[in-house]
């Protein structure tokens, strides 16, 4: 069949489904089945020449034209809200937001908004996006979902987050996707009359991207063990579960587990802190 006849003029009226690090080995599979599954997909991506790869297979492998290319750069606030404007320029509803990009970086780097770059990308920035588009979601009500890591089980936040005094890899690594855990349980609250759910995905420890230095990944195993070491496609089964459920305040785990993300909650004095620290940072780059 000539692939032109399958062509067709992408929709107005779809909601978007929104997928940051779509380049990244678990966002092309989340990518790839929302494309199956004929929902309209915005390619939130860094590497742009990544992405436009990534669309044209997409496009080519699902017969799904509705596969928008934007650009995405969470290391800093500035840009975060260059993306959102751009989006809004679409004048589309968004249905769900699949927060999937993360960093793991070997060395201490600062972001343009003076704090410790896998912070900022992993936590702040994320929650800044996710916040600024809950009023695009759809009258219905939309999905917000958070990837979060098994080595958030490994660490506690310091007196002093989101600043980082102590730099080690992967425990500020650990840092950022538990505040990113933690958090995700005071937005599903404040959400939930928005008719909003915010759920986080476990997938794991993905032998990918970031662990592909064989110096990270033995310390990974020497930590969690291999057999929780999974590959992208297992891995994307939570965040799957997780979009498409209508419950919130949960962490999704696997083929059939799900877990209160309340249940994290150890130390409510910092939890609070927490809270109150990081919409402190946001607000101050909200509209007013």
Known sequence: ?????????????????????????????????????????????????????????????????????????????????????ELSELKRPVAALINNSAVLTRRRKTSADGYELTIQVNFLSTVLLSMLMVPMFQEKGGRIVMTTSLMRNFTSLPYEFPAVNNFVPLTTFAQSKLALTLFSIYMSTTLRTRHVTVNCADPGIINAGMLTLSHWLDMVRDRVGQTLIHNPEDGAIAAMRALESSDTGFIFKGLDRQVKTSSLLKNREVFIKLCNDTMRIIKAEMPS
């Open 1 to 85: 069949m000539n692939k032109d006849n399958s062509i067709k003029e992408p929709t107005t009226t779809k909601p978007l489904y929104v997928v940051t690090g779509a380049t990244g080995a678990m966002g092309r599979v989340i990518c790839k089945r929302l494309a199956m599954q004929g929902k309209d997909v915005i390619l939130a991506c860094r590497d742009m020449e990544k992405g436009e790869k990534l669309a044209k297979e997409l496009k080519e492998n699902t017969s799904n034209v509705d596969i928008i290319l934007m650009h995405l750069d969470l290391s800093s606030f500035a840009r975060v809200k260059a993306f959102v404007a």
